[in-house]
């Protein structure tokens, strides 16, 4: 299982699954981010927080923790 803080810049991926419960979920879903969604990995911090995105034509920045429950293909 890969997340998206593991995704490399300049990389698209597609969201496989949302972990998580309630508020944290919800926010993701309330950025766009569903199963299916295509991200396009921007830039990500040295330290990992925040992963700068797009999606679906948005620059999003997500802290390393909502990154993590992300995961990827």
Not at 2 to 28: C, D, F, M, N, Q
């Amino acid at each position: 299982m890969r997340t998206l803080r593991e995704a490399r810049p300049g990389s698209r991926v597609t969201a496989v699954k949302l972990h998580g419960e309630g508020p944290v979920k919800r926010r993701i879903m309330d950025m766009g981010i569903t199963r299916g969604t295509e991200i396009f990995v921007r830039k990500v911090a040295p330290l990992g927080d925040p992963v700068e995105v797009t999606v679906r034509g948005y620059e999003l920045s997500l802290r390393k923790a909502d990154a993590e429950m992300i995961e990827i293909e």
